[in-house]
């Protein structure tokens, strides 16, 4: 039996769905970049079902340094994709200056960064 | 000096930057004191030998705070989806003492993790979401809250209002519940001081394991075949629990708007209490959902841009 027959039809939408069905906060999606978006769609249907499986590509133990495409169950390729971010993320906050101890006066000002 | 309860703010990679309304805010620093367990008559020797803060909140501003804490909470930190969480304490203007411009009192963490505690929809009633900031010292130098006296109150800060709309539990429509709550039960690792410091520095999810609660008052929802098999399934396709968003300066946002809450789960149907009953009131019974794994999805799964649906399940 199909799930409640919700809008799933943009690839935010079912990329949403993914990731709330593997326990994370929606609003990861935010922070996820395009291509990973597509990644994580391409594991939900228009009915808000997820598929079982999925086509990863996933470096080879054969020949490290080259990748493969590997069929994973729908758990193995949300982790995959989730590591790929957190590796980016990595990157960029190793790639940022340190962060200088706070100075508590910087605040008396109190605006905030952005606002939503 | 007097202060009260201010709001939330909530910084997500972006940075995106959410100031959430409270309804109530408990900070207990866990400050764990010991002496040497000498014989001696009085303490000699006292020490803080841990210090591992937790926020303990709750807030009407539901669809915002599940947005932000998945089912299996959310780590604060650089790295993170969510790099920082304020708790903004708002001063008061008092007779004795006015405000100056940048009066009110900030909490910061910039490490730890955020878990959901338990929702309440009573019928009539806004619903109430509950959550957990376990703090963590960021770098293992520094403190796990960092507290700056003087701060402005941030703007916007959001209102958002839910109460419970109609339920369908294993199929079958409800529309005499009087309320539901899902208590999420995010288990934790035990937290430990890190070595040469008296703050935690890690935290891990050991188990989540939802509960959903429904009570009415209809007593025929719990048939004799539901008490003969003692248990029936609940699945993300039958099972639903609805949040209606109220309109401000109105009633209700219009039920064809993308703006309600749903929330389907899978587990089992337990009658817990048959009925609940005194004189001169009406009799309500409870029907509890642990919720499970179906091999597929999460035990629970949030819908946070839904229309509402006067007749669940579809």
């Known amino acids: 039996m199909s799930l409640k027959p919700h809008k799933f039809d943009t690839v935010e939408a079912r990329a949403q769905r993914v990731i709330v069905a593997h326990g994370r906060a929606p609003n990861l999606l935010r922070s996820l970049d395009p291509d990973l978006v597509v990644a994580l769609a391409g594991l939900c249907d228009e009915d808000g079902n997820l598929v079982p499986t999925a086509l990863a590509n996933v470096e080879s133990p054969d020949e490290p340094g080259t990748l493969q495409q590997v069929e994973v169950d729908v758990r193995e390729a949300f982790r995959l994709v989730l590591v790929e971010h957190n590796e980016r993320q990595k990157a960029v906050v190793d790639d940022e200056a340190p962060a200088a101890v706070e100075d508590e006066t910087d605040d008396t000002e109190g605006e905030p960064t952005s606002v939503r | ?314």
């Open chain 2, 1 to 314: 000096m007097e202060y009260t309860v201010g709001c939330l703010s909530v910084v997500e990679t972006g940075p995106v930057t959410t100031h959430l309304g409270l309804t109530n805010i408990s900070f207990p620093t866990n400050a764990e004191v010991s002496g040497n367990d000498s014989g001696s008559l009085y303490e000699e020797f006292q020490a803080v030998t841990g210090f591992a803060p937790v926020a303990n909140g709750t807030t009407k501003c539901i669809s915002e705070l599940l947005g932000m804490i998945g089912l299996n909470g959310t780590c604060v930190g650089a790295i993170h989806p969510v790099t920082q969480v304020d708790v903004i304490s708002r001063k008061l203007e008092t007779c004795q003492a006015a405000l100056g411009a940048t009066p009110h009192m900030r909490d910061r963490v910039t490490a730890g993790l955020l878990r959901l505690g338990t929702l309440n929809a009573d019928r009539a009633q806004d619903a109430t979401l509950s959550f957990t900031l376990d703090c963590l010292t960021p770098d293992g130098t520094n403190a796990p809250v960092a507290r700056t006296d003087g701060v402005a109150m941030p703007t916007p800060i959001v209102a958002e209002r839910f109460t419970l709309g109609l339920c369908a539990i294993g199929g079958v429509t409800f529309p005499d519940v009087e309320g539901v709550s899902i208590e999420y039960n995010v288990a934790t690792s035990e937290k430990l001081p890190a070595l040469g410091a008296i703050w935690p520095d890690s935290i891990g999810v050991l188990t989540v394991r939802p509960v959903i609660v429904l009570r009415g008052r209809n007593l025929s929802k719990v048939t004799a075949a539901l008490l003969a098999f003692t248990a029936t399934q609940a699945t993300h396709a039958n099972t639903t629990i609805q949040l209606i968003r109220r309109l401000s300066a109105g009633a209700f946002h219009p039920f064809g708007n993308a703006v309600h809450i749903e929330i389907t789960a899978a587990g089992l149907i337990v009658p817990d209490d048959l009925v609940n009953a005194s004189a001169n009131q009406k009799a309500t019974h409870t029907i509890r959902i642990p919720c499970h794994y179906d091999g597929t999805n999460a035990p629970l799964l949030t819908v946070l841009n839904s229309t509402y649906d006067t007749t669940p399940p579809a």
